[in-house]
């Protein structure tokens, strides 16, 4: 197994287990070294998914943000919203440069996937919530799939992420209405 598997079938761990604790900000603290082990294990496959890995790792730093905000009992300003959207985009374009070569649009799915994100812990509508972390999932499932070589390890971290949605989507959007 290399270092990449390694770190993707953490981040599966991690975040079924984070789904499972019952307060905002465990789930967000699970939830940032979630993003922490794909992003590295996005690295770890090589320059092709390095722009996965680095928008991963803005998508950690955002959730370890938000983290000491919910840890104080307190929202993040609107604006941190707008600072994250530019990180997404640079670190999108920056690893794109690096990379010297852009398969459109598998090249930018990643940064796609980051801005669904960025709105889903944006907003404050559960039901909304839910619904862009299912669309959060298929790009991200859609890139592990694209991957060279697939991003085994990542895609069922995904995959379990979107069960999970999809059963939160059953309980409280639709049996509950």
């Known amino acids: 197994m290399d270092m990449s598997q390694i770190f993707g079938y953490a981040a599966t761990i991690v975040s ?39 928008v991963c790792l803005v998508g950690a730093l955002q ?5 000491f905000y919910l840890k104080k009992e307190k929202t993040p300003p609107r604006a941190l919203t707008v600072v994250f959207l530019a990180l997404y985009v640079a670190a999108s374009v920056f690893t ?4 010297e070569t852009v398969k459109v649009p598998y090249d930018l799915l990643p ?8 709105i889903g812990v944006s907003i404050k509508n559960s039901t909304a919530t839910r619904f862009l972390f299912l669309a959060n999932m298929l790009v991200w ?5 694209m991957a060279t070589p697939i991003a085994t390890a990542n895609m069922v971290t995904h995959l379990c992420i979107l069960i999970s949605v999809v059963v939160g989507i059953v309980r409280y959007d639709i049996i509950k209405k």
């Not at 603290?29 to 996005?42: D, H, R, W």
């Not at 959730?63 to 983290?67: A, K, S």
């Not at 794109?96 to 990379?99: E, Y």
């Not at 499932?141 to 799939?145: G, K, R």
């Open 16 to 54: 079924i287990i984070g789904f499972q604790l019952k307060k905002q900000w465990q789930i967000i603290l699970s939830q940032f070294f979630s993003n922490a082990f794909v992003a590295l294990s996005y690295l770890f496959l090589g320059v092709e998914k390095m722009s996965g890995g680095a």
């Open 63 to 67: 959730t370890l943000t938000n983290f």
């Open 96 to 99: 794109l440069c690096i990379a």
């Open 111 to 118: 940064l796609f996937g980051s801005l669904i994100f960025l």
């Open 141 to 145: 499932i859609a890139y592990d799939v």
